[in-house]
C-alpha cells in the first residue's frame, strides 16, 4: 500500500470535512458517485468511529484517513500484490466476495471465491498482473452481478475499483432485447401482411401525412408504391356498383355518425382487371369531436370470392341435379312398383306353378324391398332440395303416435329376419299428440334402416316411452358405433361416418331426421350403447 494517500485517490472520493474530534468523524462524498440504484440520499451518510489513539490534536493520520475514504467510497476496492494476492480490501469488495475481510487478506481473490475462477473477470486481472497495464472493462460475476471494473498500476501494486451497475446493465440489456422483438416483431409482420395480400394505411387529416405499409398500393395494381395516394384515387378506382355504399360510410364518418368503418368493394387495376378488396378502419377525434386520424387495414380477397362463387355455382347445379335425378327417377320406380305388385296379385288370384313357386315369391319380395330402398333414397333427394329452398312441408294432425311407431316395427321386423337381425321393440301407449305421421314416419324409418344396415347383424332395439317433456324415441344397435368427433358430422348433409361409406349410402337420412325433429321442437343426438354401438335419442315435445 502507499504511505499516503490524498483526496484524490482512485474512485473520484472528493473533499473531506473534518466536524468532531472527540474520536468520530462524520464525513461526506462530494461529489458523491451515484450508483444503479440512483443518486445519494441522507440514509448514503456514515458515521465512522476512529480507532483509539489515531488522532491528535492535528487531526486524524493519513492512515485513517485512507482507510476512512475507502469505506465511503461506493465501489469495491482491491489492492493486489504483484502475485495477485489481496493486500487491501474495503467492505464493499469483502461483500462481493462474500467473506470477511479479514479472511481475505493474503489470498488470491479467485482462490478466496473459487467460483470466480475461470470467468472474465479472473482472465482480465491475471493480464493486467502479467503485463502491468491496466484499463476499464465491464465483468459480470457467477451472482449475475455486473461490475465496471477499473485497474490502475500503482508501482508494484494494482488496485481494482468495480462499480456495481447490475441495475443498469439489466436496464440496458432490456432495452435492447425489447428493441430486437420489435424489430422482429415489424419484419414479421411486414411478412405477415404480404402473405396475406393485407396491407394498413393512416391518414392524419390534421398534419395531411399518409402513412402506407409496402404493400398497399400492390393492392390496387400498381408493382412499386406511388409518389402519393389520395382519396380521390380510392374513390375512381371503385366500381360503379359499390362506390356509393363506400362513400356513405365515409360521409357518416365525418358526420359524426360513426367512428368505425367496415366495407368490401371491387377496385379496377391499371390493367382492366377487377378485385375484391375489404377494408376496415377506425377514427380518432379531437376534443370537439373533429376527425384527425383515420387508420385501417385492407384485404386482398379476390381468390376468396372466387372459391366463393364457384362453390355457389356449385350447388346450385347439384341442386338442380338432385331435383331433375328425383323427378326422372320416380316415373320408372312407380312402375316397376305397379308391376311388382300385379305379379303378386296375379300369383294369389291364379296360382300357377310358375308364380307360386318359393323361388319366384322370394325374388318379388326381394324387388320390393329394394324398390322400397329406392323410393326411400328418392324421397330423400327431393327432401334435401326442398329444405335448401325452405319448401319441406309438414302436416300436423292429431295422431297416436305409439302407433304410428308399432306399425313401422311390425313393417321393418319381416326385413330385419330377412338380414338375420333380431329386432325387438317396447312401445308405451297410447301417445297422442299434434304431429306429422309421414314425417315421423320417415324419422322412425330412416333411423331402423341406418340400426339395421350399420349394426354388423347383431340385434336392434327399439323403446318408445314417455317423459317429464314429451316422449322419447330410442333406437340402439349393436355396431361399431360412432365415434365422439363425428357425433355431430353424421347429422350434415352428404357426411358419413367411416363404417357407413363401406355399406353404402349418400348420407342424407340423418340430415332429414334432424330437420324434422327439430320442425317438431324437439332435438336427436347420438351415444354409445352399453356394451358397444351407437343409440340415436329422438325427444319430441308432443
Known amino acids: 500500500m502507499p504511505r499516503r494517500a490524498d483526496a484524490h485517490s482512485p474512485g473520484g472520493v472528493g473533499n473531506l470535512t ?30 465512522y468511529s476512529l480507532p483509539p489513539g489515531t488522532e491528535d490534536e492535528q487531526g486524524p493520520s493519513d492512515g485513517t484517513r485512507l482507510r476512512l475514504l475507502r469505506e465511503m467510497m461506493s465501489e469495491a476496492f482491491l489492492c493486489l500484490d504483484a502475485h495477485g494476492r489481496i493486500r487491501e480490501v474495503n467492505s464493499r469488495a469483502a461483500a ?90 415489424g419484419e414479421r409482420f411486414q411478412v405477415a401482411l404480404d402473405s396475406a395480400q393485407m396491407a394498413v394505411w393512416e391518414t392524419n387529416l390534421a398534419t395531411g401525412q399518409v402513412f402506407r405499409s409496402e ?107 338432385l331435383s331433375l335425378a328425383s323427378h326422372e327417377l320416380r316415373t320408372p320406380l312407380t ?36 324398390l322400397r330402398r329406392l323410393g326411400a333414397l328418392v324421397d330423400n333427394l327431393l327432401d334435401v332440395s326442398r329444405i335448401r329452398t325452405g319448401k319441406l312441408d309438414f302436416q300436423f294432425t292429431e295422431g ?17 329376419r330377412h338380414t338375420g337381425v333380431q329386432l325387438t321393440a317396447s312401445v308405451e301407449g297410447p301417445m297422442v299428440g299434434r304431429f306429422d305421421r309421414l ?18 347383424g347383431n340385434p336392434v332395439r327399439l323403446s318408445l316411452t314417455r317423459h317429464e317433456d314429451g316422449v322419447r324415441l330410442v333406437v340402439r344397435d349393436s355396431g361399431p358405433g360412432v365415434p365422439f368427433q363425428d357425433r355431430e358430422r353424421i347429422f350434415e348433409r352428404f357426411t358419413q361416418g367411416d363404417n357407413a361409406r363401406r355399406r353404402g349410402g349418400m348420407g342424407l337420412g340423418l340430415y332429414i331426421v334432424r330437420q324434422i325433429v327439430e320442425a317438431h321442437g324437439g332435438h336427436i343426438r347420438v351415444e354409445d350403447s352399453p356394451g358397444g354401438g351407437a343409440t340415436f335419442v329422438v325427444e319430441l315435445p308432443i
Open 18 to 47: 473534518h466536524l468532531e474530534r472527540q474520536g468520530t468523524v462524520q464525513v461526506y462524498m462530494n461529489p458523491a458517485p451515484f450508483t444503479a440504484s440512483g443518486p445519494p440520499t441522507d440514509a448514503d451518510s456514515v458515521t
Open 215 to 321: 404493400g398497399h398500393d400492390r393492392l390496387y395494381g400498381y408493382p412499386h408504391p406511388l409518389t402519393e395516394w389520395t382519396h380521390e384515387r380510392f374513390i375512381e378506382s371503385l366500381h360503379p356498383d359499390d362506390r356509393m355504399g363506400v362513400q356513405t360510410q365515409l360521409d357518416d364518418i365525418f358526420a359524426g355518425k360513426a367512428d368505425t368503418y367496415a366495407s368490401t368493394f371491387r377496385t379496377a387495376w391499371p390493367d382492366g382487371t377487377w378485385h375484391w378488396l375489404t377494408s376496415r378502419a377506425r377514427v380518432l377525434r379531437d376534443a370537439t369531436g373533429k376527425v384527425v386520424v383515420i387508420r385501417g387495414a385492407i384485404l386482398d380477397i379476390t381468390a376468396l370470392k372466387e372459391t366463393e362463387f364457384a362453390l355457389q355455382e356449385a350447388v346450385r347445379t347439384r341442386d338442380d341435379f
Open 439 to 456: 314425417r315421423l314416419e320417415q324419422v322412425v324409418s330412416n333411423l331402423l334402416s341406418n340400426a339395421l344396415r350399420y349394426g354388423a
Open 96 to 185: 462481493l466476495l462474500g467473506l470477511p475481510a479479514e479472511e481475505l487478506q493474503g489470498q488470491e481473490p479467485w482462490v478466496a471465491e473459487p467460483a470466480l475462477a475461470g470467468t472474465s473477470l479472473h482472465e482480465r486481472l491475471m493480464a493486467a498482473l502479467t503485463t502491468r497495464e491496466g484499463g476499464r472493462f465491464l465483468a459480470e460475476l457467477p451472482s449475475r452481478t455486473w461490475l465496471d471494473v477499473n485497474v490502475q498500476i500503482v508501482g508494484e501494486e494494482t488496485w481494482v475499483l468495480a462499480a456495481d451497475i447490475t441495475g443498469r446493465q439489466r436496464a440496458e440489456n432490456e432495452v435492447a432485447r425489447t428493441e430486437e422483438r420489435f424489430r422482429q416483431l
Open 400 to 416: 297416436d303416435l305409439a302407433a304410428v311407431v308399432g306399425d313401422l316395427v311390425a313393417r321393418f321386423t319381416d326385413e330385419a
Open 335 to 370: 312402375s316397376l312398383r305397379l308391376q311388382a305388385q300385379l305379379l303378386r296379385r296375379l300369383g294369389d288370384s291364379h296360382p300357377p306353378q310358375t308364380l307360386s313357386a318359393p323361388r319366384v315369391q322370394e325374388k318379388l319380395e326381394s324387388t320390393e324391398r329394394q
